[in-house]
């Protein structure tokens, strides 16, 4: 029987092809250090512990139900990958790209991302807490009816998000650029948060109200 702080499955060094083993077998993959390398097919339900990875591809990866435990992930290409009902835990993402990656109906807790570009992302229905977004682009991505609790955004790109019924009560927007961004019709998703005296002519604007 393998120690619990073994890597139960050794993956091939270039992750050719689908994770159909690790995936029939119900394996962890832990403490890894990968590099340079792509994740292709069908992952479902796969857990992974303490991982890092290092300009790796995930593109259109299908990660549905996976677990991600304390894992680093830095200039990784998420782009297309299906993450719903993924679970994050002490997760950091790093300069990565996630255009169009959906995260919904998944839970983020107490993750980081830093200068990654996450436009066209999904996160309809994901719970976030203790979430931290810093100098992020979000265009056109959707946080639809999220389940919000301390998540901080700093020096964001929000044009044309969506927070359509997610409240953002003690979210600081002051430094983040809010053009676009689509909400319910008596703007109660805004009810709470910390915004400028600029975002505040915006939105009085969005309320039908002329600022003199």
């Keep these: 029987m393998q120690k619990s702080n073994e890597i139960k499955y050794t993956l091939d060094a270039d992750f050719e092809g689908s994770m159909s083993r690790a995936i029939d077998t119900e394996e962890v993959y832990r403490r890894m250090s990968v590099e340079n390398a792509a994740f292709f097919g069908d992952a479902a339900g796969v857990a992974f512990s303490e991982d890092a990875f290092f300009y790796c591809r995930f593109e259109n990866a299908v990660f549905t139900n996976c677990s991600f435990d304390k894992c680093r992930f830095v200039s990784c290409d998420l782009s297309g990958c299906d993450l719903e009902d993924a679970y994050f835990n002490g997760c950091v993402f790093e300069n990565c790209k996630g255009v169009g990656t959906s995260f919904c109906s998944g839970v983020l807790y107490d993750c980081s991302f830093f200068g990654c570009n996450l436009s066209f992302s999904n996160y309809t229905k994901a719970k976030l807490e203790d979430v931290e977004f810093e100098n992020c682009r979000f265009a056109e991505a959707s946080l639809s009816e999220c389940k919000v609790k301390r998540m901080?955004?700093?020096d964001c790109d929000l044009r044309g998000c969506t927070f359509f019924r997610t409240p953002l009560a003690g979210v600081d927007l002051c430094?983040?650029?809010?053009?676009?961004?689509?909400?319910s019709d008596n703007l109660s998703e805004l009810r709470g948060a910390v915004i400028s005296s600029e975002q505040a002519e915006m939105v009085a604007k969005m309320l039908g109200i002329k600022v003199k």
Excluded at 175 to 183: A, K, M, Q, R, T
Aim: hydrophobic share 40%.
């Design 152 to 154: 901080k955004i700093s």
């Design 175 to 183: 430094d983040s650029e809010l053009s676009g961004i689509i909400l």
